[in-house]
């Protein structure tokens, strides 16, 4: 008889001490198969972004970067940056960032300066991360409504404010072109074409809300002459868009396929644009329920769904399009990063990781069912300098201490190889998350892969309210390992007492001067945690064992199962 992994002793290991008793606890039977690889695992989370690009080069901002860079597996990471082109000083506020990439002389000539860019890419690149490069924003000099420019920001500012001169049409659009081509040209110059040609390249941001005050001709006209450029200061440059907010935003994505497929290009007067991906936008509806108890966050993982959805049916109706890289450069479970209302807070703690852990996963699965390539989905958040610790920001990191959401990252970043055959018992099913969320049973999902006879089997327990539920008592049955004889089972944990810097500041009182014994102790709780050292197994003929633990509400797990060398 092949003999399992002992539940008993491995249960010392993967039990918690929560209030919540296993008499309570749902049972949820999960089954992997090594032996069924479904395709390629694609490591869609290793895409970040900000609108504020200038914090790259701040130092809590290159710490944040070698992370991003050096412990999220093998599979490269990217960074995508509003602002680029903003005219201004390169000092960063909420919403705003700036390089003066572009002025002019009293005559109207171009000045071009790369001071600022070569400093934000070089912040990137010397911590392995690589651009992807957002081409926008309208430099005051050939905006056609430039004033008012600049803007402040506040938490609680009207999203509006920030809609000024940046947003509008060129004044010249041949200005615009030699502007991106100047651009391209010197970072070919300076990094070399085969770096260069590894980035991704794209044109603005969210055309079709305010972002772009101009019309949609116009935008077309802006994206041709951009993308023309790019593709004449390096022809192997790899290009896309359309970074549509909302998922399809309407007709705009068909449409604007349509220019791009068929449409007369503004810049080149031939037919058609090239596009080597695809993106887009999908935001979740977070609100804020009132009740006897003083109310509660109820996410809206359904809003981002039907936005992915939504997209996918677009893009796999063309079939000449289907084929090509998808990212989802804005993949997030609200609308601002930068805005901190009752509906958003939720950032701190267990709710962020573990939504992102249910709406990443669900991406994938809606991808297989349109048949399209999904590569990334990127998480839209970095870190503020000078504001208070834990102060409810959508950001990966406060004062320099990691944010739960990070080791969600961290997570599936040990994944890789191939996809396998899992099934959990207690995983809504795709087409309810999609219509409705997760607002009835909770949502106890899995995902797998099997690399080199290393086999990861990553575990999410997630609810759109947040609000206490049983824990789920979890039944871990692996067939078909690759290898037999000894090796060892890590099992790395997202809970209240793992992997979260959140609930030791809380512990700690909320400081926000900590002692330096404080802050060392909030840099240590906010690294990935295992639950005790690995446990040594063993796995007989047949290649197959069991492994039971519970899993709180709004926690990760993720078991690594690996030969021992």
Same mark, same amino acid.
């Given at each position: 008889?092949?003999?399992?992994?002992?539940?008993?002793?491995?249960?010392? +290991?993967?039990?918690?001490?929560?209030?919540?008793? %296993?008499?309570?606890?749902?049972?949820?039977?999960?089954?992997?198969?090594?032996?069924?690889?479904?395709?390629?695992?694609?490591?869609?989370?290793?895409?970040?972004?900000?609108?504020?690009?200038?914090?790259?080069?701040?130092?809590?901002?290159?710490?944040?970067?070698?992370?991003?860079?050096?412990?999220?597996?093998?599979?490269?990471?990217?960074?995508?940056?509003?602002?680029?082109?903003?005219?201004?000083?390169?000092?960063?506020?909420?919403?705003?960032?700036?390089?003066?990439?572009?002025?002019?002389?009293?005559?109207?000539?171009?000045?071009?300066?790369?001071?600022?860019?070569?400093?934000?890419?070089?912040?990137?690149?010397?911590?392995?991360?690589?651009?992807?490069?957002?081409?926008?924003?309208?430099?005051?000099?050939?905006?056609?409504?430039?004033?008012?420019?600049?803007?402040?920001?506040?938490?609680?500012?009207?999203?509006?404010?920030?809609?000024?001169?940046?947003?509008?049409?060129?004044?010249?659009?041949?200005?615009?072109?030699?502007?991106?081509?100047?651009?391209?040209?010197?970072?070919?110059?300076?990094?070399?074409?085969?770096?260069?040609?590894?980035?991704?390249?794209?044109?603005?941001?969210?055309?079709?809300?305010?972002?772009?005050?101009?019309?949609?001709?116009?935008? #077309?006209?802006?994206?041709?002459?951009?993308?023309?450029? &790019?593709?004449?200061?390096?022809?192997?440059?790899?290009?896309?868009?359309?970074?549509?907010?909302?998922?399809?935003?309407?007709?705009?994505?068909?449409?604007?396929?349509?220019?791009? +497929?068929?449409?007369?290009?503004?810049?080149?007067?031939?037919?058609?644009?090239?596009?080597?991906?695809?993106?887009?936008?999908?935001?979740?509806?977070?609100? #804020?329920?009132?009740?006897?108890?003083?109310?509660?966050?109820?996410?809206?993982?359904?809003?981002?769904?039907?936005?992915?959805?939504?997209?996918?049916?677009?893009?796999?109706?063309?079939?000449?399009?289907?084929?090509?890289?998808?990212?989802?450069?804005?993949?997030?479970?609200?609308?601002?990063?930068?805005?901190?209302?009752?509906?958003?807070?939720?950032?701190?703690?267990?709710?962020?990781?573990?939504?992102?852990?249910?709406?990443?996963?669900?991406?994938?699965?809606?991808?297989?069912?349109?048949?399209?390539?999904?590569?990334?989905?990127?998480?839209?958040?970095?870190?503020?300098?000078?504001?208070?610790?834990?102060?409810?920001?959508?950001?990966?990191?406060?004062?320099?201490?990691?944010?739960?959401?990070?080791?969600?990252?961290?997570?599936?970043?040990?994944?890789?190889?191939?996809? &396998?055959? !899992?099934?959990?018992?207690?995983?809504?099913?795709? *087409?309810?998350?999609?219509?409705?969320?997760?607002?009835?049973?909770?949502?106890?999902?899995?995902?797998?892969?099997?690399?080199?006879?290393?086999?990861?089997?990553? &575990?999410?327990?997630?609810?759109?309210?947040?609000?206490?539920?049983?824990?789920?008592?979890?039944?871990?049955?692996?067939?078909?390992?690759?290898?037999?004889?000894?090796?060892?089972?890590?099992?790395?944990?997202?809970?209240?007492?793992?992997?979260?810097?959140?609930?030791?500041?809380?512990?700690?009182?909320?400081?926000?001067?900590?002692?330096?014994?404080?802050?060392?102790?909030?840099?240590? !709780?906010?690294?990935?945690?295992? +639950?005790?050292?690995?446990?040594?197994?063993?796995?007989? *003929?047949?290649?197959?064992?069991? &492994?039971?633990?519970?899993?709180? %509400?709004?926690?990760?797990?993720? +078991?690594?199962?690996?030969?021992?060398?």
């Amino acid at each position: 008889m092949p003999s399992t992994t002992s539940t008993s002793q491995l249960g010392r +290991l993967l039990l918690l001490p929560l209030a919540v008793s %296993i008499a309570h606890a749902a049972p949820v039977s999960i089954t992997v198969n090594a032996r069924n690889q479904t395709g390629p695992f694609t490591p869609i989370a290793r895409f970040f972004g900000a609108d504020e690009p200038n914090y790259a080069y701040y130092p809590e901002g290159q710490a944040l970067l070698s992370e991003l860079g050096g412990q999220l597996g093998p599979a490269q990471t990217y960074f995508r940056a509003h602002n680029l082109l903003t005219t201004g000083n390169g000092i960063p506020a909420l919403k705003w960032g700036s390089t003066n990439a572009y002025t002019e002389d009293a005559d109207g000539n171009p000045i071009y300066n790369w001071t600022i860019i070569d400093r934000i890419f070089e912040s990137y690149l010397e911590r392995n991360v690589k651009p992807y490069a957002q081409i926008g924003f309208m430099p005051e000099a050939l905006s056609s409504h430039p004033h008012p420019y600049f803007f402040n920001f506040t938490p609680s500012s009207p999203y509006d404010v920030i809609y000024t001169g940046w947003s509008y049409p060129p004044t010249n659009y041949s200005k615009w072109g030699e502007l991106v081509y100047e651009w391209v040209k010197h970072c070919v110059e300076k990094y070399g074409a085969s770096e260069v040609e590894s980035w991704y390249w794209e044109v603005w941001n969210e055309p079709n809300i305010q972002y772009w005050n101009g019309t949609v001709e116009q935008f #077309y006209e802006l994206h041709d002459y951009a993308i023309d450029a &790019v593709r004449r200061a390096l022809p192997t440059a790899r290009v896309g868009g359309f970074e549509i907010a909302g998922g399809t935003g309407g007709d705009y994505l068909a449409n604007f396929i349509e220019h791009v +497929l068929r449409g007369r290009n503004y810049a080149t007067g031939e037919i058609g644009s090239p596009l080597d991906f695809l993106s887009f936008h999908a935001k979740g509806s977070p609100t #804020y329920v009132n009740n006897t108890n003083g109310g509660y966050i109820q996410m809206g993982i359904a809003a981002q769904l039907q936005n992915i959805d939504d997209a996918f049916s677009v893009i796999a109706s063309y079939p000449e399009i289907r084929h090509k890289p998808i990212i989802i450069s804005e993949c997030d479970p609200d609308g601002c990063a930068a805005c901190i209302t009752p509906q958003y807070d939720y950032r701190n703690g267990l709710l962020y990781p573990s939504y992102t852990a249910a709406s990443f996963a669900r991406a994938l699965d809606l991808s297989v069912k349109h048949g399209v390539n999904l590569q990334g989905a990127l998480t839209w958040a970095f870190e503020y300098d000078d504001y208070p610790y834990f102060d409810g920001f959508r950001v990966l990191t406060t004062n320099g201490i990691d944010k739960p959401v990070i080791n969600f990252h961290r997570m599936l970043g040990k994944m890789s190889g191939q996809r &396998v055959d !899992a099934t959990s018992s207690g995983q809504v099913p795709l *087409d309810t998350a999609v219509a409705s969320g997760i607002r009835d049973a909770p949502d106890v999902g899995v995902l797998a892969s099997l690399d080199d006879g290393r086999l990861s089997v990553f &575990v999410w327990h997630y609810h759109d309210d947040d609000l206490p539920k049983p824990d789920a008592n979890i039944t871990v049955s692996i067939e078909g390992l690759p290898w037999t004889g000894s090796g060892k089972l890590a099992h790395y944990r997202v809970d209240n007492e793992h992997s979260n810097s959140y609930t030791m500041w809380l512990k700690q009182g909320s400081p926000q001067s900590p002692t330096a014994e404080e802050y060392a102790a909030l840099k240590a !709780a906010g690294q990935l945690a295992t +639950l005790g050292d690995p446990e040594t197994i063993h796995v007989g *003929d047949g290649g197959w064992g069991e &492994v039971s633990f519970t899993l709180p %509400i709004h926690s990760l797990s993720l +078991l690594v199962f690996e030969k021992n060398l």
